[in-house]
């Protein structure tokens, strides 16, 4: 099969989120699986020759390689990516973003009949790419090159819409009649995440829990109803881990490498996590681990309710993260009043994120809407049992086997389950049953990419 992956970031050029990883990750276990793959991303400032050996095409167009001999182009336009950051700036998401998606997307589908790269599917992922089939289906529709072409579209987060104003449509080219309640009108705004699942042939999201919860009115952000008409077509597919950078064996930045067979060794970056985060350093002691944006929807309003009691608990907590101003002065404060129970670090530290996942006995994710998330599934892979809420990709991974899990998102049921985790510690032969349940676990994206082949598979069944 021929496809085509279209998606504003890819690991390793360039990284907001964890869109970046499916994009980089996926292609590659595609190639393993036989597939002839290409992608196509806009090229951004920090895209640069040297790191990624990066050759010219022609005007306008760059490329690399990943994998074994993946073509990934690069759209180029000075003046629409020459800029420091990939959507905005301190002041907020750039205001030409319209105008810079539109120039990518007319410029990945001019290349793929330039290459004469007749793709099977075209995989595109959240409103960057969104205006590829959109395009594809109102201005290309009669281009024979596009004739057998099929499409899925993946939302990683339907929070994240495109939303413009209305006098921006004209911008688009294409005709009014495609600004209407049924293809990209939303609230008298243009809507490009919208256009994205009325065009695609198919739709699909990144966990199974989280395509059921977007059709609905709680978890939907206004498109539950598009969804709902076109629910035949909607999937959930998990992501997948990246074991060659997330395993104890292996990792280079944790203090002592272990395995599912010498779990021991994790009793050494306990002990070093604690040190490194000035906390009194003991084995029998829970140590709780968070890495995450400081944000509401990651659960920090719980919380933050329920911190008081937390650190009254016989615990340590590790927070690595930034986010919103309110948390960052609160956990500030608690951390100041509690020094031998918290250990707050508001930055990104990729080294310290390591230490964190390998060094902690469990990893807090009370997240109150999930996707997918990643976290929970790097901690099981080193023996740390995750806490979560259940909602999204974290009620598709973890269970009460080989985790905590509460339902109802409430503080004092965070609580709860934070009693239960801590009591459970206590039993170190149970324990360590836990910590092995968890390190069995295989999230691999081996397993996910066979899962988007089949759901290929049903795009190219359906009929234009």
Same mark, same amino acid.
């Given at each position: 099969?021929?496809?085509?992956?279209?998606?504003?970031?890819?690991?390793?050029?360039?990284?907001?989120?964890?869109?970046?990883?499916?994009?980089?990750?996926?292609?590659?276990?595609?190639?393993?699986?036989?597939?002839?793959?290409?992608?196509?991303?806009?090229?951004?400032?920090?895209?640069?020759?040297?790191?990624?050996?990066? !050759?010219?095409?022609?005007?306008?167009?760059?490329?690399?390689?990943?994998?074994?001999?993946?073509?990934?182009?690069?759209?180029?336009?000075?003046?629409?990516?020459?800029? +420091?950051?990939?959507? &905005?700036?301190?002041?907020?998401?750039?205001?030409?973003?319209? +105008?810079?998606?539109?120039?990518?997307? @007319?410029?990945?589908?001019?290349?793929?009949?330039?290459?004469?790269?007749?793709?099977?599917?075209?995989?595109?992922? +959240?409103?960057?790419?969104?205006?590829?089939?959109?395009?594809?289906?109102?201005?290309?529709?009669?281009?024979?090159?596009?004739?057998?072409?099929?499409?899925?579209?993946?939302?990683?987060?339907?929070?994240?819409?495109?939303?413009?104003?209305?006098?921006?449509?004209?911008?688009?080219?294409?005709?009014?009649?495609?600004? @209407?309640?049924?293809?990209?009108? #939303?609230?008298?705004?243009?809507?490009?995440?919208?256009?994205?699942?009325?065009?695609?042939?198919?739709?699909?999201?990144?966990?199974?829990?989280?395509?059921?919860?977007? !059709?609905?009115?709680?978890?939907?952000?206004?498109?539950?109803?598009?969804?709902? $008409?076109?629910?035949?077509?909607? #999937?959930?597919?998990?992501?997948?881990?990246?074991?060659?950078?997330?395993?104890?064996?292996?990792?280079?930045?944790?203090?002592?490498? #272990?395995?599912?067979?010498?779990?021991?060794?994790?009793?050494?970056?306990?002990?070093?996590?604690?040190?490194?985060?000035?906390?009194?350093?003991?084995?029998?002691?829970?140590?709780?681990?968070?890495?995450?944006?400081?944000?509401?929807?990651?659960?920090?309003?719980?919380?933050?309710?329920?911190?008081?009691?937390?650190?009254?608990?016989?615990? !340590?907590?590790?927070?690595?993260?930034?986010?919103?101003?309110?948390?960052?002065?609160?956990?500030?404060?608690?951390?100041?009043?509690?020094?031998?129970?918290?250990?707050?670090?508001?930055?990104?530290?990729?080294?310290?994120?390591?230490?964190?996942?390998?060094?902690?006995?469990?990893?807090?994710?009370?997240?109150?809407?999930?996707?997918?998330?990643? &976290?929970?599934?790097?901690?099981?892979?080193?023996?740390?049992?995750?806490?979560?809420?259940?909602?999204?990709?974290?009620?598709?991974?973890?269970?009460?086997?080989?985790?905590?899990?509460?339902?109802?998102? $409430?503080?004092?049921?965070?609580?709860?389950?934070?009693?239960?985790?801590?009591?459970?510690?206590?039993? !170190?032969?149970?324990?360590?049953?836990?910590?092995? $349940?968890?390190?069995?676990?295989?999230?691999?994206?081996?397993?996910?990419?066979?899962?988007?082949?089949?759901?290929?598979?049903?795009?190219?069944? $359906?009929?234009?």
């Amino acid at each position: 099969m021929k496809i085509a992956v279209c998606a504003s970031e890819v690991v390793p050029f360039a990284k907001t989120g964890g869109l970046a990883d499916v994009a980089g990750a996926l292609p590659v276990e595609l190639e393993a699986l036989g597939h002839e793959v290409v992608i196509i991303m806009p090229r951004y400032k920090a895209i640069q020759e040297p790191k990624f050996k990066i !050759q010219k095409l022609k005007e306008g167009v760059s490329y690399s390689v990943t994998g074994k001999k993946i073509k990934v182009y690069f759209i180029e336009n000075e003046a629409y990516f020459n800029r +420091d950051g990939l959507y &905005g700036d301190k002041a907020g998401d750039y205001k030409d973003n319209l +105008d810079r998606f539109s120039c990518y997307s @007319n410029g990945a589908l001019d290349l793929l009949k330039e290459i004469n790269f007749k793709a099977d599917i075209i995989h595109c992922h +959240d409103w960057q790419s969104a205006l590829v089939l959109i395009y594809l289906k109102t201005h290309k529709r009669d281009d024979p090159f596009y004739r057998d072409t099929r499409t899925v579209f993946t939302i990683h987060n339907i929070g994240y819409q495109g939303l413009f104003p209305k006098d921006e449509f004209p911008k688009l080219g294409i005709g009014w009649e495609y600004f @209407n309640m049924e293809k990209l009108e #939303f609230y008298d705004k243009i809507n490009l995440l919208k256009g994205g699942m009325v065009f695609s042939d198919i739709i699909n999201t990144v966990s199974p829990t989280y395509a059921k919860e977007i !059709q609905t009115k709680e978890f939907g952000y206004g498109l539950e109803g598009v969804l709902g $008409k076109r629910k035949r077509d909607v #999937f959930g597919i998990l992501n997948g881990l990246d074991y060659s950078i997330w395993n104890p064996e292996t990792d280079k930045f944790i203090a002592k490498n #272990f395995s599912l067979k010498n779990i021991e060794g994790k009793n050494v970056d306990k002990a070093d996590l604690q040190k490194i985060c000035g906390l009194p350093v003991d084995a029998k002691i829970p140590l709780f681990g968070v890495v995450s944006r400081l944000a509401e929807q990651k659960g920090f309003d719980i919380l933050a309710e329920a911190i008081e009691k937390i650190c009254r608990m016989k615990l !340590q907590l590790v927070i690595l993260g930034t986010g919103d101003m309110k948390y960052h002065t609160l956990l500030g404060d608690i951390a100041k009043k509690y020094p031998k129970v918290v250990s707050l670090h508001l930055k990104f530290d990729d080294t310290l994120a390591h230490k964190i996942y390998a060094g902690s006995d469990i990893f807090l994710m009370p997240s109150k809407y999930e996707p997918c998330g990643l &976290g929970q599934l790097i901690s099981m892979s080193y023996g740390t049992i995750p806490l979560v809420f259940k909602t999204g990709g974290l009620a598709d991974t973890v269970t009460t086997h080989d985790g905590f899990v509460f339902d109802k998102y $409430k503080s004092a049921d965070l609580i709860k389950t934070l009693e239960k985790a801590v009591k459970a510690f206590k039993d !170190q032969n149970e324990w360590l049953k836990l910590m092995r $349940k968890a390190m069995q676990n295989n999230f691999s994206w081996k397993e996910s990419a066979k899962d988007y082949i089949s759901l290929y598979e049903k795009a190219k069944s $359906k009929s234009r």
